[in-house]
Protein backbone atom coordinates (compact mmCIF):
# COMPACT_ATOMS: atom_id res chain seq x y z
CA UNK A 1 0.00 0.00 0.00
CA UNK A 2 1.52 3.46 -0.95
CA UNK A 3 2.31 5.13 2.30
CA UNK A 4 0.97 8.59 0.87
CA UNK A 5 -2.57 6.93 1.06
CA UNK A 6 -2.26 5.90 4.69
CA UNK A 7 -1.76 10.06 5.81
CA UNK A 8 -3.88 10.83 3.45
CA UNK A 9 -1.17 12.99 1.48
CA UNK A 10 1.03 12.58 -1.72
CA UNK A 11 4.19 12.25 -0.89
CA UNK A 12 7.00 14.28 -1.84
CA UNK A 13 9.56 13.47 -4.31
CA UNK A 14 13.71 13.57 -3.88
CA UNK A 15 14.15 16.68 -5.35
CA UNK A 16 11.03 18.80 -3.02
CA UNK A 17 12.09 17.15 0.48
CA UNK A 18 15.90 18.25 -0.39
CA UNK A 19 14.14 21.79 -1.41
CA UNK A 20 12.40 21.93 1.89
CA UNK A 21 15.08 20.70 4.19
CA UNK A 22 17.27 23.35 2.77
CA UNK A 23 14.80 26.28 2.73
CA UNK A 24 15.40 27.49 6.38
CA UNK A 25 18.88 28.09 5.36
CA UNK A 26 18.23 30.54 2.51
CA UNK A 27 18.02 34.39 2.31
CA UNK A 28 17.15 35.92 5.91
CA UNK A 29 17.48 32.75 7.70
CA UNK A 30 20.74 31.94 6.67
CA UNK A 31 21.66 34.97 7.63
CA UNK A 32 20.23 35.15 11.10
CA UNK A 33 21.91 31.97 11.60
CA UNK A 34 25.29 33.14 10.92
CA UNK A 35 24.46 36.22 13.39
CA UNK A 36 24.08 33.89 16.03
CA UNK A 37 26.42 31.23 15.32
CA UNK A 38 29.64 33.79 14.75
CA UNK A 39 29.52 35.61 17.71
CA UNK A 40 29.04 32.36 19.58
CA UNK A 41 32.75 30.99 18.21
CA UNK A 42 34.13 34.71 18.37
CA UNK A 43 33.60 34.38 22.46
CA UNK A 44 34.82 31.01 22.91
CA UNK A 45 38.13 31.54 21.07
CA UNK A 46 38.24 34.40 23.27
CA UNK A 47 37.38 32.58 26.34
CA UNK A 48 40.38 30.14 25.20
CA UNK A 49 42.88 32.76 24.62
CA UNK A 50 42.07 34.30 28.29
CA UNK A 51 42.67 31.02 29.89
CA UNK A 52 45.59 30.72 27.67
CA UNK A 53 47.05 34.10 28.75
CA UNK A 54 45.95 33.78 32.40
CA UNK A 55 47.94 30.10 32.42
CA UNK A 56 51.05 31.88 31.30
CA UNK A 57 51.07 34.24 33.79
CA UNK A 58 50.88 31.76 36.58
CA UNK A 59 53.32 29.81 35.44
CA UNK A 60 55.82 33.09 35.17
CA UNK A 61 54.99 34.03 38.62
CA UNK A 62 55.60 30.77 39.65
CA UNK A 63 59.23 30.65 37.67
CA UNK A 64 59.43 33.99 39.10
CA UNK A 65 59.20 33.22 42.56
CA UNK A 66 61.55 30.17 42.64
CA UNK A 67 64.25 32.23 40.74
CA UNK A 68 64.05 34.76 43.17
CA UNK A 69 63.87 32.33 46.51
CA UNK A 70 67.63 32.92 46.85
CA UNK A 71 68.22 36.04 45.53
CA UNK A 72 71.71 37.23 46.11
CA UNK A 73 71.90 40.51 45.64
CA UNK A 74 75.52 42.11 45.54
CA UNK A 75 76.65 43.89 48.57
CA UNK A 76 79.86 46.16 48.98
CA UNK A 77 82.76 43.83 49.31
CA UNK A 78 83.61 45.81 52.86
CA UNK A 79 81.12 44.22 55.31
CA UNK A 80 80.88 45.61 58.56
CA UNK A 81 84.21 45.44 60.65
CA UNK A 82 84.92 45.62 64.75
CA UNK A 83 86.66 48.35 66.33
CA UNK A 84 89.47 46.63 67.78
CA UNK A 85 90.89 43.15 66.41
CA UNK A 86 92.93 42.07 69.55
CA UNK A 87 89.55 43.02 71.97
CA UNK A 88 87.93 40.14 72.90
CA UNK A 89 84.45 41.80 73.31
CA UNK A 90 83.63 41.39 70.39
CA UNK A 91 79.96 42.96 70.33
CA UNK A 92 81.40 46.37 69.82
CA UNK A 93 82.03 47.91 66.70
CA UNK A 94 84.73 49.50 65.65
CA UNK A 95 87.38 50.82 62.71
CA UNK A 96 88.52 48.54 60.06
CA UNK A 97 90.98 47.13 59.03
CA UNK A 98 91.93 48.89 55.90
CA UNK A 99 94.63 46.42 54.72
CA UNK A 100 93.18 43.50 55.61
CA UNK A 101 89.09 43.49 54.56
CA UNK A 102 87.64 39.82 55.78
CA UNK A 103 86.32 38.90 52.61
CA UNK A 104 87.67 40.66 49.90
CA UNK A 105 87.39 38.15 47.56
CA UNK A 106 83.84 36.68 47.77
CA UNK A 107 81.94 37.24 44.49
CA UNK A 108 78.34 36.89 44.45
CA UNK A 109 77.55 35.17 41.33
CA UNK A 110 73.73 34.36 40.97
CA UNK A 111 72.10 31.44 39.34
CA UNK A 112 75.46 29.19 37.81
CA UNK A 113 74.29 26.42 36.26
CA UNK A 114 74.94 22.83 37.70
CA UNK A 115 75.66 20.60 35.35
CA UNK A 116 73.80 18.04 35.05
CA UNK A 117 75.06 13.80 34.84
CA UNK A 118 72.75 11.32 34.01
CA UNK A 119 73.24 8.26 36.18
CA UNK A 120 74.93 5.90 33.69
CA UNK A 121 77.89 9.00 33.03
CA UNK A 122 78.45 8.86 37.23
CA UNK A 123 77.90 5.02 37.31
CA UNK A 124 80.93 5.06 34.74
CA UNK A 125 82.66 7.78 37.01
CA UNK A 126 82.31 5.68 39.83
CA UNK A 127 83.63 2.49 38.65
CA UNK A 128 79.51 1.04 38.93
CA UNK A 129 80.07 2.42 42.58
CA UNK A 130 82.93 0.01 43.77
CA UNK A 131 83.51 0.18 47.41
CA UNK A 132 86.85 0.60 46.84
CA UNK A 133 86.07 4.34 45.72
CA UNK A 134 83.81 4.49 48.91
CA UNK A 135 85.49 7.95 51.13
CA UNK A 136 82.34 8.17 52.99
CA UNK A 137 78.94 7.17 54.44
CA UNK A 138 76.28 8.71 56.56
CA UNK A 139 72.74 8.66 57.07
CA UNK A 140 72.19 9.26 53.59
CA UNK A 141 74.46 7.54 51.69
CA UNK A 142 78.04 6.88 50.27
CA UNK A 143 80.24 9.61 49.06
CA UNK A 144 82.46 8.20 46.08
CA UNK A 145 85.93 9.47 45.29
CA UNK A 146 85.37 9.62 41.21
CA UNK A 147 87.11 10.46 37.99
CA UNK A 148 84.74 12.38 35.28
CA UNK A 149 85.40 12.01 31.58
CA UNK A 150 87.17 15.31 31.47
CA UNK A 151 89.72 14.36 33.49
CA UNK A 152 88.80 16.12 36.77
CA UNK A 153 88.57 14.51 40.15
CA UNK A 154 85.55 14.52 42.30
CA UNK A 155 83.53 13.59 44.97
CA UNK A 156 80.22 11.65 43.80
CA UNK A 157 77.20 11.83 47.04
CA UNK A 158 75.09 8.98 46.54
CA UNK A 159 71.80 9.37 48.18
CA UNK A 160 70.01 6.32 49.89
CA UNK A 161 66.74 5.70 47.55
CA UNK A 162 63.84 6.69 49.61
CA UNK A 163 63.11 8.84 52.36
CA UNK A 164 61.26 12.39 51.79
CA UNK A 165 64.15 13.62 54.29
CA UNK A 166 67.06 12.31 51.92
CA UNK A 167 64.73 14.51 49.08
CA UNK A 168 64.46 17.37 50.75
CA UNK A 169 68.17 17.34 51.20
CA UNK A 170 68.62 16.82 47.78
CA UNK A 171 66.85 19.47 46.68
CA UNK A 172 67.95 22.19 48.93
CA UNK A 173 71.76 21.44 48.23
CA UNK A 174 71.13 21.79 44.59
CA UNK A 175 68.90 24.77 45.16
CA UNK A 176 71.57 26.99 47.22
CA UNK A 177 74.79 25.88 45.83
CA UNK A 178 73.26 26.98 42.49
CA UNK A 179 72.80 29.95 44.18
CA UNK A 180 75.71 30.85 46.55
CA UNK A 181 79.30 31.04 45.08
CA UNK A 182 82.25 31.47 47.56
CA UNK A 183 85.50 30.19 47.94
CA UNK A 184 85.28 29.26 51.38
CA UNK A 185 81.84 26.86 50.16
CA UNK A 186 82.25 23.74 48.82
CA UNK A 187 81.43 23.73 45.45
CA UNK A 188 78.70 21.70 43.66
CA UNK A 189 79.50 20.07 40.06
CA UNK A 190 76.15 18.80 39.36
CA UNK A 191 73.59 16.79 40.00
CA UNK A 192 71.77 13.64 39.01
CA UNK A 193 67.91 13.32 39.06
CA UNK A 194 67.71 10.06 36.47
CA UNK A 195 64.59 8.68 37.56
CA UNK A 196 64.47 7.80 41.44
CA UNK A 197 68.22 8.20 41.84
CA UNK A 198 69.59 11.13 43.44
CA UNK A 199 73.51 11.77 43.37
CA UNK A 200 75.17 15.25 43.86
CA UNK A 201 79.21 16.05 42.69
CA UNK A 202 80.88 17.87 44.68
CA UNK A 203 84.63 18.95 43.81
CA UNK A 204 87.24 16.83 46.00
CA UNK A 205 88.98 17.49 48.98
CA UNK A 206 92.13 16.01 49.19
CA UNK A 207 92.17 15.68 52.94
CA UNK A 208 89.23 15.36 54.24
CA UNK A 209 87.28 16.38 56.99
CA UNK A 210 88.52 18.38 60.10
CA UNK A 211 87.34 15.52 62.37
CA UNK A 212 89.58 13.20 60.64
CA UNK A 213 92.98 15.12 61.61
CA UNK A 214 91.64 16.67 65.11
CA UNK A 215 91.24 13.16 66.30
CA UNK A 216 93.93 10.91 64.42
CA UNK A 217 97.14 9.25 66.57
CA UNK A 218 99.41 11.35 64.22
CA UNK A 219 100.75 7.53 63.23
CA UNK A 220 102.16 6.81 59.72
CA UNK A 221 98.89 6.13 57.70
CA UNK A 222 96.98 8.17 59.46
CA UNK A 223 96.00 11.92 59.00
CA UNK A 224 98.65 14.27 60.30
CA UNK A 225 97.85 16.45 62.98
CA UNK A 226 97.36 20.09 62.67
CA UNK A 227 99.74 22.53 64.34
CA UNK A 228 98.49 25.81 65.76
CA UNK A 229 98.96 28.03 63.07
CA UNK A 230 97.14 25.81 60.72
CA UNK A 231 94.48 25.23 63.08
CA UNK A 232 93.76 29.33 62.77
CA UNK A 233 93.85 29.37 59.48
CA UNK A 234 91.12 26.65 58.97
CA UNK A 235 89.43 28.20 61.71
CA UNK A 236 89.12 31.37 59.66
CA UNK A 237 88.39 29.82 56.45
CA UNK A 238 85.51 28.15 58.19
CA UNK A 239 84.40 31.49 59.77
CA UNK A 240 84.23 33.22 56.53
CA UNK A 241 81.94 30.64 55.07
CA UNK A 242 79.48 31.63 57.97
CA UNK A 243 80.14 35.17 57.58
CA UNK A 244 79.33 35.02 53.71
CA UNK A 245 75.90 32.64 54.44
CA UNK A 246 74.87 35.42 56.96
CA UNK A 247 76.28 38.95 56.10
CA UNK A 248 76.43 38.40 51.93
CA UNK A 249 73.19 36.67 51.33
CA UNK A 250 69.70 38.17 51.55
CA UNK A 251 68.24 36.43 53.22
CA UNK A 252 70.69 35.42 55.59
CA UNK A 253 71.07 31.45 55.01
CA UNK A 254 71.56 29.61 58.18
CA UNK A 255 73.38 26.49 57.97
CA UNK A 256 72.07 24.38 60.81
CA UNK A 257 74.59 21.51 60.50
CA UNK A 258 77.35 23.16 61.39
CA UNK A 259 80.79 21.17 62.88
CA UNK A 260 83.98 19.36 62.20
CA UNK A 261 82.97 16.52 60.12
CA UNK A 262 81.00 18.96 57.42
CA UNK A 263 84.78 21.70 57.22
CA UNK A 264 86.33 20.05 54.56
CA UNK A 265 90.24 21.01 53.53
CA UNK A 266 92.19 20.83 50.25
CA UNK A 267 95.77 19.48 49.25
CA UNK A 268 97.42 23.02 51.16
CA UNK A 269 94.50 22.54 53.93
CA UNK A 270 92.46 25.44 53.19
CA UNK A 271 88.67 24.94 54.30
CA UNK A 272 85.31 25.05 53.05
CA UNK A 273 82.51 24.54 54.47
CA UNK A 274 80.37 22.05 53.29
CA UNK A 275 76.44 20.18 53.75
CA UNK A 276 74.03 22.09 53.20
CA UNK A 277 70.90 19.49 53.51
CA UNK A 278 69.36 21.27 56.84
CA UNK A 279 70.03 24.81 55.76
CA UNK A 280 67.39 27.41 56.15
CA UNK A 281 66.69 30.43 54.60
CA UNK A 282 66.47 33.42 57.82
CA UNK A 283 63.64 35.55 57.71
CA UNK A 284 64.00 39.78 57.79
CA UNK A 285 63.53 39.85 61.72
CA UNK A 286 66.70 40.27 63.79
CA UNK A 287 69.61 37.55 62.95
CA UNK A 288 67.09 36.50 60.69
CA UNK A 289 64.96 34.26 63.03
CA UNK A 290 62.64 31.79 62.47
CA UNK A 291 60.61 29.11 64.18
CA UNK A 292 61.30 25.22 62.72
CA UNK A 293 61.52 21.76 64.27
CA UNK A 294 64.97 21.25 65.76
CA UNK A 295 67.49 19.64 63.33
CA UNK A 296 71.26 19.20 64.06
CA UNK A 297 73.86 17.08 65.65
CA UNK A 298 73.82 16.59 69.55
CA UNK A 299 76.77 19.02 71.04
CA UNK A 300 76.87 21.47 68.31
CA UNK A 301 73.06 22.73 68.78
CA UNK A 302 72.74 26.16 70.01
CA UNK A 303 70.67 25.69 73.46
CA UNK A 304 67.74 28.65 72.42
CA UNK A 305 66.93 26.33 68.87
CA UNK A 306 67.46 23.27 70.92
CA UNK A 307 64.37 24.30 73.73
CA UNK A 308 62.63 26.75 71.54
CA UNK A 309 62.82 25.95 68.31
CA UNK A 310 63.71 29.43 67.45
CA UNK A 311 66.80 29.48 64.90
CA UNK A 312 68.71 32.40 63.99
CA UNK A 313 72.26 32.84 62.63
CA UNK A 314 73.76 33.37 65.78
CA UNK A 315 72.55 29.35 66.73
CA UNK A 316 75.83 28.63 63.57
CA UNK A 317 77.84 31.10 65.71
CA UNK A 318 77.25 28.61 69.02
CA UNK A 319 77.87 25.65 66.66
CA UNK A 320 81.13 27.64 65.20
CA UNK A 321 82.68 27.77 69.32
CA UNK A 322 81.84 24.53 69.55
CA UNK A 323 84.57 24.05 66.77
CA UNK A 324 86.73 26.32 67.58
CA UNK A 325 86.76 24.59 71.11
CA UNK A 326 87.77 21.60 69.46
CA UNK A 327 90.38 23.27 67.61
CA UNK A 328 91.71 24.54 70.96
CA UNK A 329 91.12 21.18 73.01
CA UNK A 330 90.99 17.91 70.61
CA UNK A 331 88.07 17.08 72.18
CA UNK A 332 85.01 15.57 70.89
CA UNK A 333 81.80 17.96 71.77
CA UNK A 334 80.58 15.10 73.61
CA UNK A 335 82.05 11.96 75.33
CA UNK A 336 80.34 10.78 78.40
CA UNK A 337 83.51 8.05 78.61
CA UNK A 338 85.31 11.31 80.43
CA UNK A 339 84.99 11.76 83.94
CA UNK A 340 82.04 12.97 85.74
CA UNK A 341 81.89 17.17 84.92
CA UNK A 342 84.12 16.56 81.36
CA UNK A 343 81.70 14.75 79.21
CA UNK A 344 80.21 17.88 77.32
CA UNK A 345 83.30 20.35 75.84
CA UNK A 346 81.58 23.42 76.61
CA UNK A 347 80.60 22.92 80.36
CA UNK A 348 83.61 22.01 80.71
CA UNK A 349 85.73 24.33 78.98
CA UNK A 350 84.29 27.53 79.65
CA UNK A 351 85.54 28.60 82.98
CA UNK A 352 88.68 27.96 81.94
CA UNK A 353 88.41 30.03 78.82
CA UNK A 354 88.06 33.21 80.53
CA UNK A 355 90.75 32.81 83.33
CA UNK A 356 94.14 33.57 82.23
CA UNK A 357 96.18 32.13 84.30
CA UNK A 358 94.67 28.13 83.79
CA UNK A 359 93.43 29.09 79.93
CA UNK A 360 96.00 26.78 79.13
CA UNK A 361 94.90 23.68 80.83
CA UNK A 362 92.54 22.97 78.47
CA UNK A 363 94.77 23.59 75.56
CA UNK A 364 95.07 19.90 73.17
CA UNK A 365 98.71 18.78 74.59
CA UNK A 366 100.11 18.22 70.83
CA UNK A 367 99.77 21.68 70.84
CA UNK A 368 102.14 22.54 73.46
CA UNK A 369 105.12 25.68 73.20
CA UNK A 370 102.87 26.28 69.85
CA UNK A 371 101.44 29.56 70.44
CA UNK A 372 102.14 32.59 72.78
CA UNK A 373 100.36 33.25 75.80
CA UNK A 374 98.36 36.39 74.28
CA UNK A 375 97.25 34.38 71.34
CA UNK A 376 96.12 31.92 73.38
CA UNK A 377 93.85 34.07 75.80
CA UNK A 378 92.86 36.08 72.63
CA UNK A 379 91.39 32.85 70.93
CA UNK A 380 89.85 31.33 74.25
CA UNK A 381 88.47 35.06 74.53
CA UNK A 382 86.43 33.97 71.01
CA UNK A 383 85.61 30.98 71.76
CA UNK A 384 84.25 32.01 75.14
CA UNK A 385 82.17 34.76 73.47
CA UNK A 386 80.61 32.20 70.89
CA UNK A 387 79.32 29.69 73.02
CA UNK A 388 77.55 32.04 75.68
CA UNK A 389 73.96 30.65 76.57
CA UNK A 390 72.27 33.93 75.56
CA UNK A 391 72.43 34.38 71.82
CA UNK A 392 72.09 38.20 72.22
CA UNK A 393 75.65 38.31 73.27
CA UNK A 394 77.22 36.00 70.88
CA UNK A 395 79.58 38.01 67.92
CA UNK A 396 78.37 38.65 64.52
CA UNK A 397 80.66 35.87 62.29
CA UNK A 398 82.03 39.65 60.59
CA UNK A 399 83.26 40.50 64.39
CA UNK A 400 84.39 36.94 64.36
CA UNK A 401 86.59 37.05 61.41
CA UNK A 402 88.10 40.53 61.92
CA UNK A 403 89.31 39.31 65.61
CA UNK A 404 90.71 36.04 63.98
CA UNK A 405 92.46 38.12 60.85
CA UNK A 406 95.56 39.52 63.05
CA UNK A 407 96.51 36.03 64.96
CA UNK A 408 96.92 34.12 61.26
CA UNK A 409 98.53 37.05 60.05
CA UNK A 410 101.31 36.23 62.36
CA UNK A 411 101.26 31.99 61.35
CA UNK A 412 101.00 32.48 57.17
CA UNK A 413 103.57 30.38 56.40
CA UNK A 414 102.48 28.03 59.10
CA UNK A 415 100.96 24.95 56.69
CA UNK A 416 100.86 21.06 57.52
CA UNK A 417 101.65 18.36 54.48
CA UNK A 418 100.67 14.93 53.66
CA UNK A 419 102.87 12.40 54.53
CA UNK A 420 103.79 10.28 51.43
CA UNK A 421 102.93 7.59 53.48
CA UNK A 422 99.32 8.68 54.67
CA UNK A 423 96.77 6.30 53.32
CA UNK A 424 93.54 7.62 53.73
CA UNK A 425 90.67 5.86 55.91
CA UNK A 426 86.75 5.40 55.14
CA UNK A 427 85.26 7.47 58.17
CA UNK A 428 81.43 6.62 59.05
CA UNK A 429 79.79 9.42 61.04
CA UNK A 430 77.24 8.29 63.20
CA UNK A 431 75.84 11.76 64.38
CA UNK A 432 73.94 11.56 67.70
CA UNK A 433 71.49 14.22 66.09
CA UNK A 434 68.83 15.18 68.51
CA UNK A 435 66.20 15.10 64.95
CA UNK A 436 66.59 11.62 62.34
CA UNK A 437 67.14 14.72 59.81
CA UNK A 438 70.94 15.38 60.38
CA UNK A 439 72.69 13.28 57.62
CA UNK A 440 75.80 13.02 59.10
CA UNK A 441 76.86 12.10 55.71
CA UNK A 442 80.99 12.85 55.89
CA UNK A 443 81.91 14.41 53.00
CA UNK A 444 85.09 13.97 51.02
CA UNK A 445 86.62 12.00 53.51
CA UNK A 446 89.53 10.53 51.76
CA UNK A 447 90.90 6.75 50.67
CA UNK A 448 93.89 6.35 48.73
Not at 53 to 66: E, L
Not at 168 to 178: G, I, K
Not at 410 to 421: D, E, K, Y
Amino acid sequence: MDPARVFGSPSPSPSLALSLYAAPFDGAHRSHAITVILPTICSLVALGLLLLGFYRCRRRNAARKIDESFKIPIKSDRPRQSSDTNNPDLRKSSSADHLNPPTPAIRVITHKEAQVFTYRELQFATNNFTPANVIGNGGFGSVYRSVLPDGRIVAIKQLDRGGKQGEHEFRVEVDLLSCLHSRYLLELIGYCADQDHRLLVYEYMSNGNLQEHLYSDGSQGNPPLLDWGTRLRIALDAAKGLEYLHERVTPPVIHRDFKASNILLDERFKAKVSDFGLAKLGSDKLNGEISTRVLGTTGYVAPEYALTGHLTTKSDVYSFGVVLLELLTGRVPVDMKRPPGQGVLVSWALPYLTDRERVSEVVDPFLEEQYSKKELVQVAAIAAMCVQSEADYRPLMTDVVQSLIPLVKQHTGARVTSSPNFHHHVVTVKSSSIDSGSSGTSLNSPRA
